[in-house]
C-alpha cells in the first residue's frame, strides 16, 4: 500500500480484492469516498507550509502545484486552507498521461510558470514524488509524512523531519549546495489557476508541493 502513495497507478481496490475473500467493490468505494472526505474536510496542514509559503509570497517567489491528485480535489483544499492565492499554477493528475513516478506533471508545471528545472526547488514527501522530481531535473527536498517516513527514497534528495522553522534562506542554502546558484527574485506571477502541495524556487522563483504534501 505505501508503494503506491503518491501516484495514480494500480486501482487500490484491486489490491484489496486480492486481500480478501469477500468484497463489494461499490460498497468499498461508497466507504472510502466518505471516509476520505469527512477526513480531509478538518485535515489541518503540516506544520510549517503556512509560515512558509506566506514568506515566499512576501519574497516574490512563484509557487506551483505538481500532484498526482485530481484538480478538483487540489483547488478545493486550497480553497479550504485559504492557500489558493499564493499559488500560480496547478498541474494534476488530469493535466498528464502518466501520474509520478513520471516527471510530466512537473514538467507541466514547470511550462506553465514558463520557468526551466534549474530555475526551481521541489519539496516532496513521497518516493514516488521524489523520483518524479529528479527526473525532472529539480533540486529535490523530501519531508515524508506518517505514510512515508519507513519507505525507501530515491538518491539525491535532500530529507527534512518537518518544515517547521525552515524559512526560504533554509532552502536556498540546500539549493546552493546541491545545484549552485541562488534564488532569483521577480514579480510573482498571480494568474491561471490555484494550487496545493510541492514547491518549487525559481528564476521568477517558485515553490511547489505535491498531493498529500499539505497534510499530517
Do not use: C
Not at 539549493?175 to 491561471?192: C, F, K, M, T
Request: charge should be positive.
Amino acid at each position: 500500500w505505501g508503494d503506491m502513495v503518491g501516484t495514480a497507478g494500480e486501482d487500490p481496490f484491486d489490491l484489496l480484492a486480492r486481500g480478501t475473500r469477500r468484497y463489494d467493490r461499490a460498497e468499498a468505494a461508497a466507504l472510502l469516498g466518505r471516509f476520505v472526505r469527512e477526513r480531509l474536510r478538518d485535515a489541518p496542514l503540516r506544520r510549517g507550509v503556512k509560515a512558509l509559503t506566506a514568506e515566499a509570497a512576501q519574497q516574490n517567489i512563484a509557487q506551483a502545484v505538481a500532484s498526482s491528485s485530481g484538480r478538483r480535489w487540489i483547488l478545493e483544499f486550497l480553497e479550504r486552507h485559504e492557500l489558493a492565492a499564493v499559488f500560480s499554477a496547478v498541474a494534476s493528475r488530469d493535466d498528464v498521461e502518466r501520474a509520478k513516478p513520471d516527471p510530466a506533471v512537473y514538467q507541466t508545471a514547470l511550462a506553465r510558470l514558463g520557468l526551466t528545472a534549474r530555475d526551481g526547488l521541489a519539496i516532496e514527501d513521497s518516493p514516488h514524488g521524489a523520483r518524479a522530481a529528479l527526473d525532472a531535473g529539480l533540486v529535490t527536498v523530501v519531508v515524508p509524512n506518517p505514510s512515508t517516513r519507513l519507505l525507501s527514497f530515491p538518491k539525491g534528495v535532500v530529507r527534512l523531519q518537518t518544515l517547521h522553522g525552515v524559512t526560504v534562506a533554509d532552502l536556498e542554502r540546500m539549493r546552493e549546495q546541491s545545484a549552485g546558484g541562488a534564488l532569483p527574485r521577480g514579480r510573482a506571477h498571480r494568474g491561471g489557476g490555484a494550487g496545493p502541495p510541492f514547491v518549487f524556487l525559481g528564476r521568477r522563483g517558485v515553490m511547489r508541493y505535491s498531493g498529500s504534501f499539505l497534510t499530517p
